[in-house]
């Protein structure tokens, strides 16, 4: 299951979604708003369509090449103080070293492949991430 979305999500209600009887492990990334010198918020753009299509590629490519039986990603667009939630990466496997490795190969390839991009404002200056 992918989203891209401007609302926060629940980490309770997405552990639940991605538990299943059959799966012995979960593995969870949470990707937050740090704090840095001067940050005073960041804003996150995408091209929502493309952004979609690769972020389902790289599901269909983890659930294929990982023994796992659920992948969700949700990354969320806007404008983000500090401590918030930006980006939520499941898995649920029957043990932890697929659970691990598909979650890390998911939150490369977005890193990698999906058209995000995070403005950073600072007090008095802007600076753009890809």
Partial sequence: MIRITRNDFSIDIEIRNLKRK??????????????????????????????????????????????IKRATI?????????????????????????????CRYILEEIKKNVPIWKKEIFEGRERWVM
């Fill in 74 to 102: 949700i990354h969320r667009t806007g404008s983000f103080a500090l401590g918030d939630n930006i980006l939520f990466i499941g898995v649920s496997a029957g043990h932890r070293k697929a659970a691990f490795a598909a």
């Fill in 22 to 67: 059959s799966c012995g492990a979960l593995c969870i990334f949470v990707g937050t708003v740090r704090k840095e010198q001067g940050l005073k918020e960041i804003e996150i753009e995408t091209y929502k369509d493309m952004a979609e299509r690769n972020l389902l590629e790289i599901e269909k490519k983890a659930l294929k090449q990982f023994d």
